[in-house]
């Protein structure tokens, strides 16, 4: 952003303001991923197999499900940039817990804890971020907070991944601690005073999860943006079995979805700007065009390659417009929405694997996983188009109230 687009704000540091906000979503990206590619060292260390390991996987999703609507709603009458310090500083004290954890239920009850902020971050992130720019520029703000978390798919990730190899997969977390810290530092330096909410309460809160768009949109997220991970979350076995390129390949595959992922990030605020609605529908119904032609395209490399590029770029334009439209349809509980899209994108991300193992399990092959993505895409974009529709149909039906 230049000069010009930042509104006036009550602090000179708008740009290390959403630095310190990116650098929390930054903490949380490398968390979330490195644990897949310490997996094998984790494994070792804690005496269990790959595939029992991989349950510390779901147990961090499935704290970011439960923790983003309880805490947003709990603290809703907090000052916001004080609830985002304590909620980054949360997530540090989770990867602590977990470097010193000693056994597999420890370990899987650490990744829990350490995803209950998760959600709930970004959610009270969005709402500082947004409230530093004019309104028509909400949606460049709130992807700036996002486009740390895509970073950290290409940078931060693969740092913790050679720190845990080298050091051993425990100090990887210790390093997240220290990311963690850094980032509330900024948050208290730079990010202006927000007021707590004495109105807010938890019933207010709530009352978002009765709005007929919240659900729409959740439902949209859950389902749609399952269909990038049922084909993204067998890339590994699609590079090396379906492709038959060596190990080595991976990396170069995974290297080229999180700069996909940046540049998305990068696109979604300027789409979001645009028109959320319209960017949304595009996100799905282009995340299903591109896996049609990722499965034709599979026996050749630098097609593939261009086509999870893309699918990175979609996964984050759908991410980040989704989440605006969350917390324009959630009304004055905005936090929740923008948290309980994180709960939708974990589900997500839980279903698209599932769906993709029974396709596997059937012997479609890992190349078939791609059209459970396409048919995933499809349904979310039209639940999300029935959701509009109906929000027209209600608009439509107040004006002609209004008139009589």
Do not use: C
């Amino acid at each position: 952003m230049t000069a010009t687009e930042i509104a006036p704000v009550r602090t000179r540091h708008v740009a290390f303001a959403l630095l310190a906000l990116a650098l929390g979503g930054f903490a949380i990206g490398t968390t979330e991923f490195m644990t897949m590619g310490l997996l094998e060292e984790i494994a070792d260390g804690i005496g269990r197999t790959n595939a029992e390991t991989g349950h510390i996987i779901t147990a961090y999703a499935f704290g970011v499900v439960v923790g983003a609507p309880i805490i947003v709603s709990l603290g809703a009458r907090l000052p916001k940039k004080g609830l985002a310090i304590g909620l980054i500083l949360a997530l540090g004290v989770g990867n602590a817990i977990t470097a010193v954890a000693s056994g597999y239920l420890p370990v899987m009850l650490a990744r829990f804890v350490a995803g209950l902020p998760h959600g709930a971050y970004f959610g009270v992130a969005s709402l500082l971020a947004a409230s530093l720019v004019r309104p028509e520029l909400k949606g460049r703000a709130v992807s700036s907070v996002m486009l740390g978390l895509s970073v950290a798919t290409v940078a931060g990730v693969p740092a913790s991944t050679i720190l845990g190899q080298t050091l051993g997969w425990r100090s990887a977390y210790w390093a997240v601690l220290i990311i963690t810290i850094a980032a509330a530092a900024m948050i208290y330096l730079f990010v202006p005073h927000s007021p707590s909410n004495a109105e807010a309460s938890l019933r207010g809160e709530l009352v978002a999860l009765k709005q007929p768009q919240v659900l729409f949109a959740v439902s949209a997220g859950m389902i749609g943006f399952g269909g990038l991970f049922a084909m993204y979350s067998y890339i590994a076995p699609i590079v090396t079995k379906e492709m038959d390129l060596s190990d080595s390949w991976i990396a170069a595959f995974t290297l080229a979805y999180g700069a996909g992922s940046v540049l998305g990030s990068w696109a979604a605020g300027i789409l979001a700007d645009w028109n959320v609605e319209r960017s949304v529908l595009f996100g799905f119904l282009a995340t299903a065009i591109v896996l049609v032609v990722f499965y034709v395209s599979v026996p050749y490399v630098v097609p593939a390659l261009l086509l999870v590029l893309l699918v990175g770029v979609l996964g984050s334009v759908v991410a980040i417009t989704l989440q605006i439209r969350l917390m324009d349809a959630a009304g004055d509980a905005q936090m929740l929405g923008a948290a309980l899209n994180h709960s939708a994108l974990n589900l997500a991300n839980g279903l698209g694997a599932f769906l993709g193992s029974v396709i596997i399990t059937a012997g479609h092959g890992y190349r078939a996983t791609a059209w459970v993505g396409v048919v995933l895409s499809l349904v979310g974009a039209a639940i999300f188009a029935v959701g509009l529709a109906a929000q027209r149909r209600s608009r439509s039906a107040g004006g002609a109230a209004q008139r009589v």
